[in-house]
């Protein structure tokens, strides 16, 4: 095979198994990894489930809502639903969590992280593709589209922690986006280019430069234990130029050091709550 021929036979890699499954052995290992996920699985074994199934489908449901299908669509693909629901029984209910203790090998682990990454890629074009067929040339619907589709998990969150019982608005991800959101939003923009031939490269090879640039990515913050985003120099001289943003918000930093001392944003901003009712009290006071 000529190098020129590896973006478009790698354009062609079916997902289904392989790189499906990691994608579920990393959304449901990052599930376990959530504040009381564990519990729920004990108390209510098909909350759990289900909160595993947004997580692994997340995009799928989303984009559905967005185009006015049914959101259940994905509920038929049997043998997604089973591989899916065999790997989130696997990672709550393994004897001696053999099984999570396996994926934290960390070679292992940044396998699953890079193959997860590639099925980011293949969500991202074709829900670009899908959303042009429904609306021909609409540049934001395929934007949107593909952004759910890429990153619906992320995108529904606040919905899966009702499901487990917890409400925490403060966590959206339209306020505060994470990397994988943001990431996931420029590369539906710039597929969403590519498919209005505005963006003079081929889709296959546009796939593989964005692929390498994902997994790349993904291994340096892992391999680093770093969660700051590449794009933030970026996004903050923009904010800065455009909107009068400061380039180092102190409030990103009072919440990185309250976050490593273990408390949680939810306590931090029930506190903020409760000195603005003591001063509201005593202004009244006053009056």
């Known amino acids: 095979m000529e190098l020129g021929q590896v973006p478009l036979a790698f354009s062609h890699l079916p997902m289904f198994p392989f790189f499906d499954m990691a994608h579920y052995v990393a959304s449901v290992m990052a599930l376990k990894e959530q504040r009381g996920a564990v519990d729920v699985s004990v108390r209510s074994p098909f909350a759990c489930w289900f909160s595993a199934m947004l997580c692994c489908f997340g995009g799928s449901v989303l984009s559905s809502l967005m185009l006015g299908e ?31 203790r396996c994926f934290a090998f960390l070679p292992l682990r940044l396998l699953v992280a890079g193959m997860k990454e590639v099925t980011r890629t293949w969500k991202i074009v074709a829900g670009v593709a899908h959303a042009d067929s429904h609306f ?21 969150s606040n919905f899966e922690q009702l499901v487990r019982g917890v409400w925490k608005p403060e966590t959206n991800e339209l306020l505060k986006m994470s990397y994988p959101v943001k990431v996931t939003l420029i590369g539906a923009v710039l597929f969403t280019l590519q498919h209005s031939q505005y963006l003079p490269i081929a889709r296959h090879n546009l796939m593989f430069l ?38 180092t918000p102190p409030k990103m930093k009072s919440e990185g050091a309250t976050s490593s001392n273990g408390s949680s944003v939810c306590d931090q901003s029930s ?8 001063k509201k009290r005593q202004a009244k006071k006053t009056e």
């Open 70 to 100: 049914p959101p259940v669509a994905f509920l038929a693909k049997g043998m997604n639903i089973l591989l899916a629901s065999s790997v989130w029984y696997l990672v709550f209910y393994c004897p001696e969590d053999i099984f999570c």
């Open 136 to 156: 021909e040339d609409a540049w934001l619907v395929m934007i949107a589209v593909g952004w759910a589709r890429g990153a619906g998990g992320g995108l529904i």
């Open 210 to 247: 964005y692929t390498i640039f994902l997994v790349v990515s993904k291994v340096k913050m892992m391999l680093t234990r770093s969660a700051t985003s590449p794009f933030a120099p970026i996004e903050s001289a923009l904010g800065y130029i455009f909107f009068g943003l400061p380039k």
């Open 271 to 278: 506190s903020e709550q409760s000195d603005d009712g003591v």
